[in-house]
């Protein structure tokens, strides 16, 4: 895993691409050098791959952040403080009904436009600024695309209560409604009025023009 974190430093160099197959030749001879790379994650080292970023290829690795120097000792005896183990990784997707909170999808759908490959779910760390101003980061579940998209994201539920102050009592009970199904319908003005957000400026115009 040294040898590799090293090789990563010296060789690969952060924001680049490389293939299994070069790290294979680099360290042949050596056994499940693949998983040796990936026990580096356990050290906040970021190693993507496909199912991260849908540029790359099945079987390409983009190089994000280098994490703890593993090499130096004592560094790389045990996991970093923080990594989420598969009983706590269970629960969060369970809390989130296995859906990416980003977006919305499933684990293994195909995304709307059709290109890039079927959705990845995993677990992403969001800080969350709560009531009163005071900051935690709490894990959430994201797919793959929205989790290269929102690196760095965060959530102000101070902000959150201040809106949510200033709602009707209809529009609180609806809100409640949405939060307890943990989803909410669009009516047929709403669909068209997302449809009409995504055209381009000329599309938009002849829409305008049909309601004249």
Not at 157 to 180: H, I, N, P, Q
Not at 184 to 201: D, I, Q, S
Request: a neutral charge.
């Amino acid at each position: 895993m040294k040898r590799v974190a090293l090789w990563l430093v010296q060789e690969v160099g952060v924001g680049s691409v490389f293939t299994k197959e070069q790290l294979r030749t680099a360290f042949e001879g050596v056994s499940q050098v693949d998983r040796r790379m990936r026990e580096l994650r356990d050290h906040e080292w970021q190693i993507d791959t496909n199912r991260e970023d849908p540029a790359l290829d099945p079987s390409e690795h983009r190089f994000v952040t280098e994490g703890v120097p593993v090499w130096q000792p004592g560094k790389g005896s045990r996991k970093a403080a923080g990594s989420v183990g598969a009983v706590q990784r269970r629960a969060v997707l369970l809390n989130d009904n296995y859906l990416c909170r980003t977006c919305g999808i499933g684990n293994g759908e195909a995304y709307a436009d059709g290109h890039g490959v079927a959705s990845h779910l995993d677990i992403a760390r969001r800080q969350v600024t709560l009531p009163g101003g005071a900051t935690e980061v709490q894990l959430v579940t994201e797919c793959n695309r929205c989790r290269v998209g929102g690196r760095d994201a965060d959530s102000d539920l101070g902000a959150f209560a201040a809106a949510v102050a200033r709602l009707s009592t209809y529009e609180r009970k609806m809100l409640s409604v949405w939060m307890e199904q943990d989803a909410r319908g669009f009516n047929e003005v709403e669909k068209l009025w997302g449809v009409y957000r995504t055209l381009p400026a000329a599309a938009r115009t002849a829409a305008r023009d049909m309601l004249l």
